[in-house]
């Protein structure tokens, strides 16, 4: 099973404190000071011990620093972690944190959308826990939320056999929602859910797929040493009339199309406002190049996944073309799940991912993506017509600081150093007037570097250039929380990255949705931070703000 971006963070067990304190330096040591647009760093020349602080709209420590005996002056501290420690002889005394905010009133209104939860629906298509999930449902319409999101699964909807399609318990969920004045996002869930880390839900793929398989186990995507991945279909059958006399793309075109009738007045009385298209595993576009089950694990650059006899006449096919028939196979060299960039003479630096097989084999591979993510979304234009569309694109930020890019470059994602690899991503959702919808805005860099130095991760970093290459070229661009979120500091994170104070064209989300519906959320002091984070999306005043002057960002 591939894990999403989401997962990946779940399996690294990645902490998000409130500062990085960098480690003790040796006076014979030269110290590194780096900068960025979210922090800085103070040192204490007597020990050379360093200090990162935060610039923005962070949670500041006010601490007093003092030497034995002397007076007391402030200091101002990032991280709890350092309360009544020392630095030398003087001795840090913490004061109440005081929370520097910036304040979003007046700024554009972004819809806030919550996620329900993945087993709401259970295979045999009814609709479970009603009423507690009626109890939610009015919670959230009174703090103002514009509307849930939800999964329709492939794996339920025709489970049984082609082109019968059971729709009963959506059909009840809808009209709640409908009921309730609350908007939908559908996702068209073309994958397998569960076997990530923290699922408790299980759906496979439809039972006549699966028995298809079993008999040509090369309609799922497989890697060098041959094994299958069952989450979602290879892009190779896409043209391919193996699943019962239809391609891949008609299959889905089918679904879509029978949603489309089954659901007519939702979609004419505007309840339905987006249908995300599931385009691979986890439902984002890419290749599941780092699936768990496989024994992946963070930061492992993952393996390329073109060795299902489909997408080896494709390549051999392109090789041909080409006029180096020798070139019609994948690399031999670029590692596996677990290995680093350095260690192998693909990715290492200078390796053969910039050579002229490198760089014939990557553009083919790249394309393949690009080429399923424009058949799928033209046939989805077709079926829903005037509906907004989206995509969900995955946020792989390890090894982004590094020559390669290794892990993007077996998700599919050619963006090495020296290369764009988003834009013509961006470029095809602009030809079908498609979203994009990224999972990796509310992620901090210096976070990562705490946890997983290796890894050599920058997700703000990549974030940035996603968001870009989609503004550049003028499509929406919404977005997602990785993990859970009750805490303010992480609702003023996304909220920065909802409405960019430094963009000159005063671009922002065109939409966030909240992971997930749960009890958690709904405990007074997590729903309470809730609803304050609504107003501030929404673009209204909050009381108990502590704001500081933007001219000081």
Not at 338 to 361: A, I, K, L
């Amino acid at each position: 099973m591939a894990i999403s971006s989401v997962e990946v963070l779940k399996s690294a067990r990645l902490r998000f404190p409130r500062a990085t304190v960098a480690s003790t330096l040796m006076p014979t040591q030269s110290l590194r000071v780096y900068s960025s647009h979210c922090c800085s760093v103070e040192y204490f020349p007597s020990s050379l011990r360093a200090i990162f602080l935060n610039s923005g709209a962070r949670t500041r420590t006010s601490a007093t620093v003092r030497e034995k005996g002397e007076k007391m002056e402030d200091h101002p501290l990032v991280d709890d972690a350092l309360s009544m420690g020392t630095v030398d002889d003087r001795e840090v005394v913490d004061e109440p944190p005081e929370l520097q905010e910036r304040d979003f009133s007046g700024t554009p209104y972004v819809p806030i959308y919550v996620m329900l939860p993945l087993g709401i629906i259970n295979m045999d298509c009814e609709l479970l826990d009603l009423d507690d999930l009626q109890i939610q449902l009015r919670t959230l319409k009174s703090v103002n939320v514009d509307g849930v999101m939800v999964d329709c699964w492939w794996g339920i909807v025709e489970a049984h056999a082609p082109q019968q399609y059971n729709w009963n318990g959506y059909k009840k969920l809808f009209q709640i929602v409908r009921d309730l004045k609350l908007k939908l996002q559908v996702v068209m869930s073309f994958h397998k859910c569960g076997g990530n880390v923290g699922d408790d839900v299980h759906i496979p793929l439809p039972q006549w797929v699966t028995e298809i398989g079993q008999r040509n186990p090369d309609i799922f995507f497989t890697d060098r040493e041959g094994r299958r991945n069952p989450e979602c279909l290879t892009w190779g059958i896409d043209k391919e009339r193996v699943l019962r006399g239809r391609t891949a793309v008609e299959v889905y075109f089918d679904y879509m199309r029978s949603f489309r009738v089954e659901f007519d007045e939702f979609f004419e009385n505007g309840i339905i406002s987006e249908i995300e298209i599931g385009l691979g595993p986890c439902g984002e576009l890419r290749y599941p190049s780092y699936p768990a089950n496989f024994g992946w694990k963070y930061p492992g650059i993952g393996e390329f996944q073109c060795y299902d006899q489909y997408l080896m006449k494709s390549l051999k096919k392109a090789a041909e073309a080409r006029g180096h028939s020798f070139w019609g196979k994948g690399p031999d060299n670029a590692g596996s799940y677990n290995s680093r960039p350095h260690d192998t003479r693909f990715f290492c630096d200078g390796g053969d991912y910039d050579g002229y097989y490198g760089r014939f084999f990557l553009n083919w591979y790249s394309q393949v993506l690009i080429d399923h993510g424009d058949r799928v979304l033209a046939l989805a234009n077709l079926a829903f017509e005037d509906t907004p569309i989206a995509t969900k694109l995955s946020g792989i930020h390890w090894w982004y600081k590094t020559a390669s890019h290794a892990a993007e470059l077996t998700a599919g994602f050619y963006n090495p150093c020296n290369r764009d690899g988003y834009g013509p991503v961006a470029l095809m959702l602009r030809k079908h007037g498609a979203a994009l919808n990224f999972t990796c805005v509310e992620l901090r860099t210096l976070d990562q570097h705490e946890d997983f130095p290796e890894a050599l991760a920058d997700p703000e970093g990549l974030v940035w250039q996603v968001l870009n290459a989609a503004w550049d070229v003028n499509i929406p661009v919404a977005s997602e929380n990785a993990l859970p979120c009750y805490d303010r500091e992480g609702y003023n994170k996304i909220l920065e990255n909802s409405k960019p104070l430094t963009d000159p064209d005063g671009r922002h989300l065109s939409a966030f949705t909240y992971l997930r519906l749960s009890s958690v959320l709904m405990e007074t002091h997590n729903f309470r931070e809730f609803e304050r984070f609504i107003k501030r999306m929404h673009g209204e005043a909050v009381l108990d703000l502590h704001s500081f002057s933007d001219s000081e960002n």
